[in-house]
């Protein structure tokens, strides 16, 4: 409507109220699930360096630019958010949260100490190999790599997300454990989550991360 030139302002006012009617309706919908969407979501790698880290920070990107309020925690040995801040790629908040574009992450060790409990909001917890009991879901990462492949019987509530998998290994493996795979698109930077990625989280939080009352809910 307020465009410099003139010849390609919309002009119909009905054309107007039908595009604000469509962000109105996808914002009360996106506020409905938020209500529902699971608080605290575990990443579990099957063993180390099949990409757990990866795949928490792109969650946490994607949930902060879907409108949530998310943020990463790390519960690994590695000083994942001490070295974003080693390097200044990201910057400490005076409520002690790191940023870096949409990523947050809640710094609760080290030189530059969070006070307090941890701000309300999706916890997405990096658990390295160790499994988060408190979790509401866990992502599990597994590698399609013989070098790195596992068997093991995963939990009711673990989510499980291959890395490295052809489609037809990918349905082996789904099959063995009885349980619907993701397969995670290759993607070079976490931090900036592709068309791919966001629509496998998309699909992720629909099917998986809803909590079990908005789930029965639906049915």
Known sequence: MLRYDKGRRITDISRVQDHLQRVWQKNKKEKKNKKH????????????GVGATHVAVA???????????AYYRNETEAPTLERMLQYNMACIGQDGMI??????????????????????????????????VTAGATIYVCSGR????????????????????????????????????????????PFHTTLAVQR?????IERELLC????QADA
């Open 200 to 204: 496998l989280f998309s699909k992720m």
């Open 59 to 69: 969650l946490v990107c994607y949930l902060n630019r879907a409108g949530f309020y």
């Open 37 to 48: 969407l699971l608080n605290r979501i575990a990443v579990v790698g099957s063993e180390s």
């Open 146 to 189: 013989v070098w790195q492949r596992q068997e093991k019987v995963l939990a009711e509530n673990m989510i499980l997300v291959g890395n490295h998998f052809s489609r037809q290994e990918a349905g082996q493996y789904a099959r063995v454990q009885k349980k619907r795979m993701y397969l995670f698109p290759w993607q070079k930077n």
């Open 99 to 132: 940023y870096h574009e949409f990523f947050r992450g809640y710094l609760d060790d080290g030189p530059a100490l969070a006070k307090g409990e941890p701000p309300y909001g999706i916890q997405v917890i990096d658990c390295g190999c160790r499994t988060d």
């Open 212 to 215: 079990e009352k908005k789930k």
